[in-house]
């Protein structure tokens, strides 16, 4: 196995390009399957003889636990097994950054919807019999639901209420500006509202292990958790990946993993679990409501000389990945500008909230919602305008960010805010307009006259991968042999996560690219039988998994070129490659795949580790990220001010891509992002009531639909990264990050009203400056 | 009400006719009607209903019949919302199909019936605002009797009717009258939303008098008397025109017509709000397509 640190060069100048390789429009290969509704997802698994497990959770938000008592549960015909926090043999608790969240709440509850308990039964309803009859005594408690509070109360958990509290000290921090500009804004908690709801198959081994088939982020880092808390060594817990139907975050928490496999380690049977779709609400983590302070400072010419942020972030109950989130908002809470002072005060707060955390974006898209509402409020402030401010004081490669690091990779935030606003302006609202298409669509509660138009721009700064000096790494192997027909096939085994945003495509495309053989397998992924491939998450998989294949493809060139030299009697350094070719450069010889293969099948692996990063210091300075991307949004929306309906009728975005590896895949990242962003703006918020989950179903927690959806127009912008594979950055965040704050500052554009909360509900628009 | 055990058959009647569907369900104790399922499954899947048996409306070919005379619309109980919203009966009653057209999906508008939107009797249901507005008056048949009443004497609380437990609602009868009618709704997504608020405002020109009646603002619809009669009175008949501060007057006192509440999905006051644009804009609508 080779390993490497090193910089990946971009793409060889391929003199013939295979087909679908790297920056062709190959067509993914579970897509045909998807649309015909014939790929099978988590929720689709079956075994014969297998269980169905429910969970018990609490009605609770906060409460102590008096007793737990299962038997009238097991007393019920059909009900096979009930795990509580005594069946589980080893480490009580798991979690993504320290094990602070219990496997089963046992002597408290700290948030609505907490796991109790576990129940396998013959058939579904018995299981959700058996939770029902389950008795527990709670003693309900105050709840601490808001984060300010909780930074002063009691504490809620052992590990006390402070997640984290970072500073970020930058500059001169005396420094003030010729104009200042304040505010306070705050986001809602966002849920990534993927449509494949939790679901499992564990199946025992005969080793005393178990096997568990689930839709994940992780595999490695879920088969960690689990195996601590099995009290089983890790080689005895085997994850192997199910379709997965959408992650963006949710899925990178434990959720449903250590209670299937207690189940079936216990009942000694098959134990299936899919969660319903209000309990999928309740299953895993949210993206984190923010409360936020701002003052910018600048100059009169419009320098930006000062930000200071108090940033709050509510992370509920446990920990999970909130250490990752507040630091991402604190790092990039100035936005992409350059910004010479800096202080930034953040924190991340336990609470009796549901917990929160990754969820695409990652902290940025909180503070995205603060920095460009700053922006345009300092745009009025020096009468300038709000775009020419930004390109003003737009970052460039080799400047800053607030943590000292200096960005040495690509940085086009120019040309991402003029590529955005290159396109043209869709058609002004018209008498003529479908009615539909007015704020309030199918219902029809708007005319013509009732409309105004408002035009927004916003533009964002989000890393890509893992920061702080964690040692990310993705495993992968490929092999190439003869097939069936003597024709080459090249197979591909990684711990990838496929969670729908098309790493099977690009794995399929690199390979082609790379030894030019038109068919590319992909192994099932699992943990059985390759190292981690980190998780599906900060845009990180093209980077890290398309890096560790290609230099596993560099390293089977090699062999093959070695090959063609020892059949040629030449030396390697005389054999070239080319489209897929050996090529003797004294005798313009060549040896296709299928001689190559002739002598049996060539394999390599390789582990890819990126460029090292390390931990910000006390005053939160360090080269922390690894690089950077880039997002600019122009939005355009129609609003009806009387009754507060939007309609987003277009988003227009520069986007730094690095390199497209596959456009028709960047456009749907760009696409789909951009509903989630729009959704955030508009409609998308977990309702909660002294913590209390109020709206926990697709019939309350409202994601947009085609007629919410507005035009979208992207323009790629193509700088190549120095030290990305192919140049390619990830393309997945950027979308949903500045999406919204354009829409809220195109809405605040059509009503002039200040707006400082995401989502805009209809009724902070509708009775602004009236109390409700 | 009845259970049943879990994994154990469900018992289902598939009578052909309004008589075999109501004696298959006096037949079967804990049955329940079952039409195009949009709300009752919704309900089995939460686990609030597990009714043992269900009589199934699909094949009852008379729910389906729908007729249009000089007079009145007569809709059978088991009419989709597809079929509301075009053909005669859209043409009949535009609003019921702007309301029809509102609900849900496709396949929600496929699937679900006005007799099951009544039957719900939800504040948010949809039929509801322009079948109250326009005194609607429902046929229901029981075990050996048949009878008729208001849509209003219906629909007696949040999910609450007063329907016996075998009766059957076999069709709806709406008067037809001489002049406009609107339908609007207010939802935060652009299409498949539940309402916050939604209007229904009719003239009657023969009778000179306005009509109106709003959803998701009451736990039943709300009919605002008094902004009907004085807005009757303000109206120029004779030009079908109204002052805007008539028009105005119209929204504020149809808001307070209203008693809503506050939830998860909107505020008291938002609704409030809502009810005032909306009634004030649906009369402005309708006087302009008379005009
Ligand atoms: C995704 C979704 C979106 C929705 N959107 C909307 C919306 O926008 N607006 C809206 O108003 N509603 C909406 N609904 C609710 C639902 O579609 C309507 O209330 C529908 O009219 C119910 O009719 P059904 O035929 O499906 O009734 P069913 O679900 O079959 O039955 C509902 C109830 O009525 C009883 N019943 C049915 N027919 C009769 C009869 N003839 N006599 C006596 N009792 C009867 C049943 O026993 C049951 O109690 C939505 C539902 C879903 C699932």
Redesign the pocket.
Known sequence: MSRSSAPVATRPAARTRPRAGIGADAARPDGVPKVRGEFAFSSDLWMDGMLWGRTLRSPHVSARIVAVDPSPALAIPGVRAVVTAADVPGRPTYGLEEPDQPVFASEVVRYHGEPIAAVAADHPETARAGVRAIEVVYEPLEPVVDAERALRAPPLHPDGNLFRHLVIRHGDLDATGDVVVEGTYEVGMQDQAFMGPESGLAVPADDGGVDLYVATQWLHVDRDQIAASLGLPAERVRLHLAGVGGAFGGREDVSLQIHLCLLALGTGRPVKMVYSRDESFFGHVHRHPAKMWFRHHATRGGDLVKVEARIVLDGGAYLSSSNAVISNAACFAPGPYKVPNALIDAYAVRTNNPPCGAMRGFGSVQVCYGHEAQMDKLAAALGMDPVELRLHNALERFDRLVTGQVLTGTVPVRECIRAAMAHPLPPAPSLLDPPMARPGGAGLSADHADVRRGVGIAVSLKNVGYSEGFDDYATARVRLEAGVGGEPVATVVAATAEVGQGFVTIAQQIVREELGVADVLLAPAGTTDIGSAGSSSASRQTWMSGGAIQLACVAIRRQLIARAAASWGCSHASVEWDAGEAVHEGTGERRGLAALLADGAVEAEHEHHHRPTVPLDADGQGDAHLSVMVAAHRAVVDVDPGLGLVKVVQVTTGQDVGHALNPTQVTGQIEGGIAQGVGLAVMEEIVLDEGRVKNPSFTDYLVPTTLDMPAVAATFVEEPEPDAPYGAKGVGEPPVISSGPAVLAAIRDATGLALTRAPVRPEDIALAGQST | MGEVEPGADVRVALPRTVNGAVDAMTATPDA???????????EVNFGLRRPPAVVC?RRVAE?RRAEVTPTEVVIG?GTTYADMGTGSLADALPALAAAAR????PQ?RN???????V??A?P????LPLLTALDARVRVLGPGAEREMGIDELVTGVKRTA?EPQ???ISIRVPRLDGPQQFLKVGTRNA???AIASAAVVLDLEARRVRAAFGSVGPVPVRPRQAEDELSDAIDWGRLSASEAAIERFGELAAQACSPITDHRSTAAYRRRAVEVVAARGLRRCLRDVA
Not at chain 2, 102 to 105: L, R
Not at chain 2, 111 to 116: E, H
């Open positions: 329940q009607y079952l039409a195009g399922g949009t709300d009752f499954c919704v409306l729910l109980a509102t609900v849900g999906s929600i699937a679900g019936t006005i007799g099951g939107n039957a719900t939800s948010a249901g949809d039929t329907l009766e059957l609602v498949m939303v539940i």
